[in-house]
């Protein structure tokens, strides 16, 4: 989907927040398991969170004028993006696949569960026709629990008065959006302090340093292979076995390496061995500026006669 087709789509529901309601659920975490419990929420008050979740909608999304959508496999450097999850889930979001919400889940009971366990909510704002969902974690959550003093002023009243009771607060923003089926990710920092998808952003690395080792260009693996816990440098591995232009066409080694031989800053950054037929990656910026070439993030202008570094790419076809 395009980024201005999610965005009318998404629009449809912000301008007749009467024709929707909201849903809420909680994700429990215990141990390795998760469970979603439907938040019983009293009818006065599911408006007010509907409102509050679209205008969320419209602040992140509808309203940015210059926000890209892109495939997570291939994320750049560009600041306005959202992206569309298209990896393996990690293990503390596998909960979301295929996730179909309706009655049958149970509801959030105090009496058996601990409001303690929560790790997130999953918002759904829909109609009879058609809905989309909300994922928020903590620290959009906040979660207020005993053994702390937390004091309240009454309605029509002037004594403060202690809270001795555990209560969630809502607050605006969200990390992931599920709609027609499609994860989006709207936070990317959200997903990279997981230990889970940094675990599977290595593991895509690895094959991204396999798929470069078949191409017989370097004369050693090796310094790739040193930098795999460096996680901007694993999601650009990871960009490489997905979205290399330069694979992809099927450019030839040596070509490669006439290109860098020619290239006026690449040739002073990047050594080529002495019979001219290997890289040899002994630095971190070669490292770098290695991988860019495999990105075709290289660029010349017809019209300026210059030469760019263009991290973030669209075809213009």
């Known amino acids: 989907m395009l980024i201005d087709d999610l965005k009318e789509n998404l629009k449809k529901f912000?301008?007749?927040p009467d024709d929707s309601v909201a849903c809420v659920y909680g994700v429990l975490q215990d141990g390795d398991v998760f469970n979603i419990k439907k938040l019983d929420i009293a009818s006065t008050d599911q408006p007010a969170i509907r409102d509050l979740y679209l205008k969320s909608t419209q602040d992140l999304l509808i309203s940015k004028t210059d926000l890209s959508l892109i495939k997570l496999s291939s994320c750049d450097d560009r600041r306005e993006a959202i992206y569309e999850y298209d990896l393996e889930l990690p293990i503390n979001l596998n909960?979301?696949?295929?996730l179909k919400l309706d009655d049958s889940f149970s509801k959030?009971?105090?009496d058996s569960d601990d409001l303690s366990k929560m790790r997130g909510l999953i918002i759904e704002i829909g109609n009879e026709t058609e809905t989309y969902m909300i994922y928020k974690s903590f620290p959009l959550i906040h979660l207020f629990g005993r053994g702390s003093l937390y004091f309240g002023l009454k309605k029509a009243e002037e004594?403060?008065?202690r809270?001795?009771?555990?209560?969630?607060?809502?607050?605006?923003?969200?990390?992931?959006?599920?709609?027609?089926?499609?994860l989006y990710v709207v936070d990317l920092s959200f997903l990279e302090k997981s230990a889970s998808f940094k675990g599977l952003i290595k593991a895509e690395a690895e094959k991204g340093i396999a798929a470069i080792a078949s191409l017989g260009l370097l004369d050693s693996i090796e310094p790739l292979k040193d930098m795999i816990e460096d996680l901007a440098f694993s999601r650009k591995l990871t960009k490489v076995i997905n979205d290399s232009p330069v694979i992809k066409a099927g450019i030839s080694n040596a070509q490669i390496i006439d290109f860098i031989k020619g290239h006026s800053i690449l040739s002073k950054k990047i050594k080529i061995s002495a019979d001219e037929t290997k890289i040899e990656l002994n630095t971190k910026v070669s490292k770098n500026e290695f991988l860019r070439v495999l990105l075709d993030?290289?660029?010349?202008?017809?019209?300026?006669?210059?030469?760019?570094?263009?991290r973030a790419k669209d075809d213009a076809a």
Request: hydrophobic share 45%; charged share 20%.
């Open 14 to 16: 912000v301008d007749n």
């Open 95 to 98: 909960f979301l696949k295929d």
């Open 163 to 182: 809270i001795d009771q555990s209560f969630l607060r809502l607050t605006t923003g969200f990390q992931l959006l599920i709609y027609q089926d499609t």
């Open 108 to 110: 959030f009971n105090f």
């Open 297 to 310: 993030d290289h660029l010349y202008s017809v019209l300026t006669s210059k030469l760019y570094v263009a």
């Open 159 to 161: 004594r403060f008065e």
